[in-house]
DNA sequence: GTTCTAGAAC
DNA sequence: GTTCTAGAAC
């Protein structure tokens, strides 16, 4: 269906229907994620109306603060009989939800809905504005979120009981909405039925949306006043969950459903959380009034460290008999129940089941960190999907009773883009099991002492957790030698700025290489030596400095020189046990200008460039331009200079394509891809000097 | 560093 | 309509 501006868009003016619709109040439900324009849609046509519009919103019916549906719900009824036009601002993204609302229809009442489905990412970006917090964490809880509420969003259908749904998809469909219902009098009707929504025929209509947008009129963001963009979000939907700590009386915890919504103090969604299972309890056994005493001890323990961080226990059954135990205890002790409570659910989906949003979740792991098993172990696996699986083997590969371990969980994890959780912290109990490993044999002398360790780590990892959480971390680790200090503004500034976490995988690598036994192929002294994980070419090495502070090559100083050397040293050994296997190779050794990722690391890289991982113009200009700083001349350099010349990396990086051998020019990737993997062209001359260029002596009568 | 995706280029 | 790039997300 399509809407038509010029025609059904205008109020109709029948006399006759003017008499039914006269005295007839419209109540229009909003439906939209956080950020979708609900709030600025409703303001816009209330500021330029005739007719009497409320506007009712769950975010700050309650005095200004966030009130309940049923607030709605009573504000509305008294509204409509007043002969008022109302608004309902809330998400209401579910039938459920909207339900309630739609009941007000019938002959003295209409009931509209007016959908704002607007792209995910422009409803993020919005909410990272108006919260005017520009840092990473918040985008990524925002989009998050907003991913969240979208995958589970049901669209309004007349079945519900609308009379008229008007779908927005983007800001020209909005303005048209906008102005439909500005300009509805009093004694106007709009046509009832669907308008707008996502059919085979989308494109027309967009097409005609587009052709009628009056010149003038400026695109709605523009136009959002700013007193708008500073108002709360106006979709939350309170959820009460039951969680209780304080012995007889359960106390409700208020968890909104909208991050952004605003609180007195700080909004839950942002408090750092950690959600446990009670460990060693379930399969290993433990006796459960022991373990409860040393959950009770170890989050006293660990309360004052706490700041606002919270610490929740969880069981996935009403009646758990942990759960009581703590609860009691930790009544007994006066401990916090805002910063320490119990909740029953399932950890793996405490956000989406029960409104409890926990950025941090302990799974009870077995020793070797596998999936499987039962129990909460294989629930944490199985919702974290493959992502957290790679993710955990990149920590770890096996775990010591009383020990955790701490995994970031990538945002390809549905528990990372589902719940909002952004590391699982394995943690490894005693075991009184006789059937699984490590049997302690009821010894619960050491059992004890292994349990509280256990939890000791678990609540230092959380800790550590949710301090980078509120900061990155700065790079003070830096410059710990004596020596030249090291300009902060190395190369166009783009060094500056502070690691973000996948930036950091090599130096961990490098200085816990036995953390990475999978991964690592060789660990000296001073070097680590592995595969790239997407390598650009049939062999594709790294070789790490081991030493700490030395992020990349503009860090690189005399001091160094020997660790340079050292390095080529062990890349010429790998490459020529790689020319021993297949005498057909050639490999460059060389840095990045401007690395990617932090640590010193020396690329060992086959001249082939066959590899499905090489994708885009930067791959290749990264290993075939100036911007590739051969070792042999940075070792020359730092040597003579005291540091190694930088290649500005922008223009080098996107510049034309041409093979490496005879230097012709290509108009994209695999038609580059395709040249390269027939051309037998000799290397240019100035890449076999000096030996750049690493290959058999057979192999070197390419040379012309 | 990768992945995702809109829209340019073909 | 399909392929490919480039920018933004993480």
Partial sequence: ????????????????????????????????????????????????????WVRICQDTINNGKAGTKAQCLQSAATSLKEGKNVFIDRC???????????????????????????????????????????????????????????????????????????????????????????????????????FGQKNPNAKTQLGILKFLKRPHETNSQDSVPSRLTKEKCPCSETKETVSSLSGAASQKIKVSEDPMADSSSQHDYDVPTLAFPSISTADFQFNLGKASDIIVEKVEEFMDKLGNARLVLVDLTHGSKVLSLVRAKAAQKNIDS??????????????????????????????????????????????????????????????????????????TSPLYSREGVTHVIHVLGPNMNPERPNCLN????????ILQNA????????????????????????????????????????MTKSWAPWVQSLYNIAMHPEKYKDEVLEALDDV??????YPKAKRHLLVLARFEGLDCLADAH???????????????????????????????????SVPSMRQLHLHVISQDFESKCL??????????????????????????????????????????????????????????????????????????????LILTQSNSGCDP
Wanted: aromatic share 6%; glycine share 8%; hydrophobic share 35%.
């Fill in 338 to 411: 805002k910063r320490f409570f119990t909740f029953v659910g399932d950890i793996t989906r405490l956000y989406s089941d029960g409104g409890l949003h926990c950025n941090v979740i302990a799974n009870a792991a077995n020793w070797r960190l596998k999936p499987g098993g039962g129990g909460v172990n294989a629930a944490v696996f199985n919702a974290g999907g493959p992502a957290l699986e790679a993710a955990t083997k990149n920590q770890a590969i096996s775990l010591l009773p009383g020990n955790a371990v701490v995994v970031p969980l990538p945002s």
């Fill in 92 to 194: 209401n993204l579910d039938k459920e939800q909207r339900v309630d609302f739609v009941k007000f229809g019938g002959p003295q009442v209409e009931v509209h809905a007016v959908v704002l489905d607007l792209p995910a990412k422009l409803c993020i970006s919005r909410i990272v504005k108006r919260t005017g917090h520009e840092g990473n964490l918040q985008g990524g809880k925002a989009a998050a979120v907003v991913n969240r509420m979208l995958q589970n969003k049901e669209l309004p259908k007349l079945s519900e009981g609308f009379s008229r749904i008007t779908f927005c998809l983007n800001e020209t469909d909005v303005q048209a909405a906008r102005s439909m219902y500005t300009a509805l009098s009093p004694l106007d009707t709009l046509p009832h039925g669907c």
């Fill in 558 to 592: 005399k001091e160094h020189l020997q660790l340079l050397v050292t390095m080529q040293e062990v890349g010429l050994k790998w490459a020529n046990k790689f020319l021993h296997e297949d005498a057909s190779f050639v490999f460059r050794l060389g840095y990045h």
């Fill in 528 to 533: 680590v030596v592995l595969n790239d994980m």
């Fill in 1 to 52: 269906m399509e809407m038509d501006i010029d025609g059904t868009c205008k109020p109709k003016e029948k006399e006759g229907e003017q008499e039914k619709g006269r005295g007839k109040p419209i109540l229009v439900l909003l439906v939209g994620a956080p950020g979708s324009g609900k709030s600025t849609f409703c303001e816009n046509v209330m500021r330029a109306s005739l007719c009497p």
């Fill in 615 to 692: 994708k885009n113009k930067k791959h290749w200009n990264s290993f075939n331009t100036a911007f590739f700083r051969d070792s042999v001349d940075v070792i020359e350099e730092v040597s003579n200079h005291g540091k190694a010349t930088l290649q500005d990396n922008n223009r080098l990086l996107s510049m034309e394509l041409r093979c490496h051998r005879c230097r012709s020019a290509h108009p994209n990737i695999p038609r580059l891809k395709s040249h390269i993997s027939n051309c037998q062209a000799p290397f240019p001359a100035a890449l076999q000097k000096n030996g750049r």
């Fill in 455 to 494: 939890y000791s780590s678990l609540f230092e990892g959380f800790l550590s957790i949710a301090k980078t959480q509120v900061k990155f971390p700065t790079r003070s680790s830096r410059n710990v030698l004596p020596g030249p200090s090291v300009p902060e503004d190395k190369i166009s500034g783009t």
């Fill in 442 to 449: 009821n010894d619960y002398i050491k059992g004890c002492k």
